[in-house]
């Protein structure tokens, strides 16, 4: 390059243009082959340095290209990354949106198995209590274990026997039928404490009779009730009186004690069955 300086500086001082008179003075007589060479040696510095201008600017031209091409690959190589980073947000904000709304239905039913738990717990513990306050009024404890004793619904218990007070009204023998029909018969009464827990008024048959031998009466079981046991009697029973009937009385209604009337009376019945015993 400092020998393209100079040839700048060559050429410019060739392209002057001296007067006459002076150019004259320089062109004194001199050696006419020097000039020439020297023009020459100029024109080709002149040609080289433009080469190596234009070479150096094509060089810079072509670095400057490829640094471009790379700026732009480069570029859309990060938009790219940039719009797949954003593929992918969207898609995790979809998935947590999915499971946000996954965790409020669990929670939801969560709640609601609590609130059915807590309810289902409050029946058991109410079922826990009636089963202790039965296991109290009708299991014994016998040496080998609890005893329990169970009568249908509408059955009382009483002293290891199962009561039905029936709401409709038949003749003794109809009404005896209606027992048998619920695997019982008429009820049996051996103890005073037995007729006093039955004997709540109003006139319910029971299963004492004289029809087959008058005077002489006997349990539906077939044991004989001693007529001795006035405890068990109204006064003045029985009687075997009534006008209406030519059989007179040979059946026996509770009232709060005994009384003999016409079997063909209807009246409501006790039935009687042994409760069903179980262990627990
Ligand atoms: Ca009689
Ligand atoms: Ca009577």
Redesign the pocket.
């Known amino acids: 390059m400092a020998q393209c300086d100079r040839m700048e500086d060559s050429v410019v001082y060739a392209d002057l243009h001296l007067p006459e008179s002076v150019a004259k003075t320089e062109n004194r007589p001199s050696p006419s082959g020097r000039k020439d060479a020297a023009s020459k040696d100029n024109g080709h510095v002149t040609i080289s340095c433009l080469r190596t201008t234009v070479t150096t600017l094509f060089i810079l031209s072509f670095l400057l290209l490829i640094s471009n091409i790379v700026l732009i690959i480069l570029h859309f190589s990060q938009v790219k990354n940039e719009s797949v980073l954003q593929v992918k947000l969207n898609e995790e904000k979809g998935k947590n949106l999915n499971l946000t709304s996954n965790q409020m239905l669990l929670q939801s039913q969560l709640d609601d198995v609590k609130q059915n738990f807590s309810m289902v717990n409050r029946k058991y513990e109410q079922l826990a209590g009636n089963v202790s306050r039965v296991r109290d009024e009708m299991c014994i404890t016998p040496d080998n274990g609890t005893m329990c004793v169970f009568c249908p619904p509408a059955w009382k218990f009483f002293k290891n026997s199962c009561y039905l007070f029936s709401n409709e009204m038949q003749n003794w023998n109809n009404s005896r039928h209606r027992c048998l029909e619920m695997k019982s018969d008429l009820v049996i009464i051996t103890d005073m404490d037995e007729m006093f827990f039955l004997g709540k008024g109003g006139d319910y048959w029971i299963g004492l009779t004289d029809q087959v031998v008058e005077n002489s009466f006997r349990w539906v079981d077939g044991t004989s009730h001693d007529l001795n046991k006035t405890q068990f009697w ?1 006064g ?7 006008d209406k009937d030519p059989e007179g ?1 040979d059946c026996v209604v509770l009232t709060f004690k005994f ?3 016409s079997c063909s009376k209807e009246n409501k019945w006790i039935c009687e069955k042994k409760p069903i015993h179980f262990f627990t």
């Open positions: 109204s003045g029973e029985p009687n075997n009186k009534d009385e009384n003999d009337l």
